[in-house]
């Protein structure tokens, strides 16, 4: 029953990292999300149904438009992969129930918000708004006696963002201050894990970047990846991670 259930947690992760590619590509474009429905950027062809199967088709097509050949990112079936991933992580950490549903929407906004950051360098409000709205009111419905908790962790992680921003310019931006208060409503205490792993892969990712000459030292990289992988890991292992810092120290 278990394996079933995880497995129908892999698909629904997979069905809906679909629908993140859609997101992706058309929110930061104030296209419509529903209308028209997908089509090839090469020849304007709609997909078939058949040609929409995540991951599957574009094995399928090995990577190519039916109609007109041209290439298909490899990002869609990855965006897919690391969805259903996530989902599926989400149901063997914490089970069926409705932390798990909470934890899977946020996992979803998480996705969105990476990638949209990575191509526009903007982490969208219609996205980070809601998601602190609906993270403030799901974990209080979650957690009654321990609401304060989720409050003061999103307040602070926001301030304390915004802080950074404001001592040392070019950093953080104000897109990343919302994140962070989505991030504190919905994890808790364990944005403190988020915020530690997210400033660590920032720092790692952005020497690595410079050193393999992707990037200059004067550019910008675009933290909402980092914070949002960060993010992540935390709502997963927050708790089992703070446990063991604690032996450790
Ligand atoms: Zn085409």
């Known amino acids: 029953m278990d394996t079933y259930l995880a497995l129908v947690a892999a698909i629904l992760g997979l069905v809906i990292g679909s629908f993140l590619n859609v997101v992706i590509y058309r929110l930061p474009r104030h ?7 997908s089509h090839c950027p090469g020849c304007g062809q709609p997909v078939r149904w058949y040609d929409n199967v995540p991951i599957a088709s574009w094995v399928a097509l090995r990577g190519r438009c039916r109609d007109c050949g041209e290439r298909i990112a490899w990002r869609y079936p990855l965006v897919e992969a690391l969805t259903g991933a996530c989902f599926l992580a989400a149901f063997l950490v914490y089970g069926l129930g409705w932390h798990t549903l909470q934890l899977a929407a946020f996992l979803a906004a998480l996705v969105a918000v990476a ?18 709205v609906i993270g403030l009111v799901t974990s209080i419905a979650l957690h009654p006696s321990r609401w304060w908790v989720y409050a003061v962790a999103g307040v602070g992680a926001a301030a304390f963002l915004l802080a950074i921003g ?3 310019s070019g950093g953080m931006g104000f897109g990343d ?9 919905v994890l808790g205490s364990s944005v403190v894990v988020a915020m530690f792993l997210g400033f660590l892969a920032g720092g790692i990712g952005g020497i ?4 393999l000459g992707v990037k200059k030292r004067k550019d910008k990289i675009p933290f909402g990846p980092f914070l949002a992988a960060g993010a992540a890991v935390a709502s997963l292992w927050g708790p089992s ?9």
Do not use: N, Q
């Open 177 to 185: 201050v919302k994140l962070a208060l989505m991030m504190g409503f």
């Open 208 to 211: 690595v970047l410079i050193a």
């Open 31 to 37: 296209e419509s999300l529903s209308r028209p429905g």
């Open 241 to 249: 991670i703070i446990d063991w810092y604690l032996r450790f120290v």
């Open 166 to 168: 404001l001592i040392w």
């Open 115 to 132: 990638f949209i950051d990575l191509d526009h360098r903007i982490i969208p409000d219609r996205i980070v708004l809601p998601g602190a």
